[in-house]
């Protein structure tokens, strides 16, 4: 599908959508801010994506100028980095806040939540405006909840 070009008025919730609407540009913007830079052959072992949709989104991120490539050519072979430019950066904490809204809602509606939502998202801002229910479904971000591999608990 051709990405939509601005040529026109354009909503401004049709255009957030168009720049973090894709399956996983949030989680990537999320990687990103989280441990400064990601390299593509280490975000594929890490979240569940194929090379083709990494890429795609990798790409659509880059052309809305969210993320920047960088090449560091003084190695062999180049290793490439994708980090946040200042308008990604701008941007977490709306995804934070749509993100806590998202569990909120999800455990109010009663939709599973996946015990990696809790494990990736550990920084005290999650955990403060989330720790009922984190505790009401033993998600805790430790060791022994990992190991666990805690999942939503409904009676």
């Known amino acids: 599908m051709a990405r939509k070009t601005f040529d026109e008025p354009t909503n401004p ?3 957030t959508l168009h ?5 996983w540009k949030m989680t990537i913007l999320h990687e990103i801010h989280t441990y400064g830079k990601i390299h593509f052959n280490e975000t594929l072992k890490v979240l569940p994506v194929s090379e083709k949709v990494l890429s795609q989104q990798l790409k659509e991120l ?3 100028g969210l993320i ?3 090449v560091h050519e003084d190695q062999f072979p180049p290793a490439i980095d994708y980090e946040l430019t200042v308008e990604g950066a701008r941007l977490i904490p709306a995804l934070d806040i749509l993100y806590i809204w ?5 455990d109010a509606r009663q939709v599973p939540i996946d015990a990696d939502a809790f494990v990736v998202h ?3 801002k999650y955990v403060d405006a989330l720790r009922d229910i984190m505790e009401a479904n033993d998600f805790w971000p430790d060791a022994e909840c990992r190991r666990r591999g805690g999942r939503t608990k409904r009676t």
Do not use: A, N, P, T
Not at 19 to 23: A, L, R, T
Not at 102 to 106: L, P
């Open 13 to 15: 919730y049709h255009y």
């Open 19 to 23: 720049c973090i609407g894709g399956k």
């Open 62 to 64: 880059l052309d809305d």
């Open 68 to 70: 920047r490539r960088v």
């Open 102 to 106: 998202s569990i909120r809602q999800m």
């Open 122 to 124: 550990q920084s005290e």
